[in-house]
């Protein structure tokens, strides 16, 4: 396993269409994260599953954003409507105990 | 409201020498803290961690010092090298395994 794998690296839209990323975790994982990280800030948390459940969703999550863990092995995110603002790098991430291990993240640029 | 802070934006050491990473937070349900190591284009690469129960985490040049009355944690490395040179995020959980809180990283320079 090379750790978490995240598909595509990069992707350019036009604003309002609809865009998906999909993120592989580490196998043995039952924990997978969604980050969202724009210039000069931190990660900021947007959901997360363990296994096929997804247990939280962060306030930032608007009702264009979707979050899928089918049968508790990849995820998919999806934004409906894309706007300007939703231009940002979209890291996936995964854990067994404490450690969160990141993918290389989608870079979403929205035009 | 940052629940995580990192307030100098960057650092600038010389190679051999050691560098001093901050971090403070604000949130006294935090019982758990990472270092991540960012280069560009690329996703955060876990460094070290500590528990709230300890005060002290060593990983070879890395070490995480955690003071819970200040709320405050440092990272360590020594001796610096180039290859350091990246953004450092702090993060806290206030459970083990789950979501994380970040800062908003440190740029660390090593000059040669």
């Known amino acids: 396993d090379t750790g978490v794998s995240q598909d595509p690296r990069h992707k350019i839209t036009k604003r309002g269409q609809n865009v998906t990323f999909r993120c592989d975790p580490i196998s043995e994982h039952n924990r997978l994260y969604w980050y969202r990280q724009t210039l000069g800030q931190g990660p900021e948390f947007l959901t997360y599953f363990q296994n096929e459940a997804q247990l939280e969703k962060s306030r930032l999550l608007s009702d264009r954003f979707s979050a899928e863990r089918p049968k508790g092995s990849f995820s998919t995110l999806e934004i409906q409507r894309t706007e300007q603002g939703d231009s940002a790098m979209y890291l996936c991430?995964?854990?067994?105990?404490?450690?969160?291990?990141f993918g290389q993240g989608t870079r979403l640029t929205v035009v | 409201d940052q629940q995580v802070k990192q307030n100098s934006p960057s650092l600038s050491v010389q190679e051999g020498r050691i560098s001093i990473l901050n971090c403070d937070y604000t949130n006294s349900m935090f019982d758990y803290f990472l270092w991540y190591k960012k280069y560009p284009a690329e996703g955060p690469t876990f460094l070290i961690s500590i528990s709230s129960i300890k005060d002290k985490n060593e990983d070879g040049r890395f070490t995480v010092f955690l003071n819970k009355s200040a709320k405050h944690l440092s990272l360590h490395i020594v001796p610096s090298q180039p290859g350091d040179s990246a953004v450092y995020f702090c993060?806290?959980?206030?459970?083990?395994?789950?979501?994380?809180?970040f800062g908003k990283g440190i740029t660390l320079s090593v000059r040669p």
């Open positions: 991430a995964s854990s067994h105990d404490a450690e969160a291990f």
């Open positions: 993060a806290a959980s206030a459970l083990a395994n789950s979501k994380l809180t």
